[in-house]
């Protein structure tokens, strides 16, 4: 059973990269919260978690532990496959979600995509337990600060990552101000703006 990978990212997929280690490429599927963060080339350690059946072996990869142990316990909820469970923490940090299913706030948890009311009610129930028991921790700054709200990932940065420009490529376009906001525009529109951009560069 493979618990954790080691490797460069090779490749950028929708919901997945493909791992690199020591000449072996591995799917794995990561958040969506993460993916837009996975730089091409670079080296990371993920801990897995294998999902075995009939037909397909699955590989989840998580960088921390607790995103692993947290992932596991969401699929203990009736209905919650992988896949959800997965969406689930690409919607929503583990903070955030433990706060969620301790106050019984299924409105929160409602708004996440594939959740319904009659599965957030399951969740706050089947879960409170589980997830108290957890030792979750909110990442602070040296001082003990509580860290900034991390920036929403650009999908742009994904997309032109997955037609193989490069990092530097895609920084320039990012602070060329030739791209309008995620706010101001669809991401088909700034995708076409974008190429338009690099279209006419050197």
Known sequence: MISLLRG????LHADSITLDV???????????????????????????STIVREDAITLFGFQTSEQREVFDILRSVNK????????????????????????????????????????A????????????GLAITIPT??????????????????ALAQLDYRKSEIDVVLSSGAVPSME?????ERLRAALSFLAKQP
Request: proline share 8%.
């Open 8 to 11: 460069k990212a090779a490749f």
């Open 22 to 48: 020591n000449g072996v490429g591995y799917l794995v599927h990561i958040s969506k919260m993460e993916l837009p963060e996975i730089i091409l080339d670079q080296e990371y350690t993920l801990q897995i």
């Open 80 to 119: 919650v496959g992988p896949k959800l469970a997965m969406g689930i923490l690409g919607s929503i940090s583990v903070p955030d979600l433990a706060s969620a299913v301790q106050s019984k706030n299924t409105v929160t948890l409602s708004k996440i995509p594939g959740i319904g009311k009659k599965t």
């Open 121 to 132: 009610e399951r969740m706050c129930l089947e879960l409170k337990n589980k997830l108290s």
């Open 141 to 158: 700054t040296a001082g003990g600060l509580p860290m900034p709200e991390r920036k929403k990932p650009d999908p742009l940065q994904l």
């Open 184 to 188: 101001e525009a669809s991401i088909e």
